[in-house]
């Protein structure tokens, strides 16, 4: 199968899910992106190359969406292409060691990070991941365990921390 990429080496797949269409953007053949239907911060459609018949470089990525949507997968494994800051990069990192079923405060991750007093940094950050729910930024909640900010909007968030059953939930809501 031949796969249509941009000069940038990108190419892109949109596909259904139960939060809406998700467009799965890759460079050289690595996911580099995965944007909601009006996420915010999502980069304009000519940036994500052209679009691939079939599946083509996102098939494990589609396969493994599948799989966490129907309960079945808990931790995704693919090769990531992240682009960002170096301080971008390493909050996304921090993101991927939050478990299934589990929530961090952005504190929580200024400390891990070895920077307590840049919450409000964090956030920004976390606010850029171009990967979405593989890198998950939903399982990030405010210091009093409220929802706050999600550029795929609130109501996607709840519904993916209550897919993963995260803990303490109820609280949250």
């Known amino acids: 199968m031949t796969v249509g990429t941009n000069a940038q080496g990108r190419s892109h797949l949109v596909i259904d899910s ?4 998700l467009t799965l953007v890759a460079t050289d053949g690595e996911l580099s992106g995965l944007y909601m239907v009006d996420q915010r911060h999502r980069p304009a459609e000519e940036t994500f190359g052209e679009r691939v018949r079939g599946r083509g470089p996102f098939d494990r990525a589609v396969e493994q969406l599948e799989a966490y949507f129907d309960g079945g997968l808990t931790e995704f494994d693919l090769p990531l292409t992240l682009h960002g800051t170096p301080f971008q990069r390493s909050v996304w990192e921090q993101l991927r060691l939050i478990p299934y079923g589990g929530t961090r405060t952005y504190g929580e991750l200024a400390e891990a990070l070895g920077k ?10 976390n606010g850029k991941n171009p990967i979405g729910i593989i890198v998950p930024c939903h399982r990030v909640i405010g210091s009093t365990g409220s929802l706050t900010g999600y550029g795929g909007g609130l109501a996607r968030k709840q519904r993916l921390l209550e897919l993963e059953g995260a803990a303490g939930t109820g609280a949250l809501f």
């Open 18 to 21: 139960p939060y809406d269409r």
């Open 116 to 125: 307590p007093g840049a919450s409000r940094a964090v956030g920004l950050a």
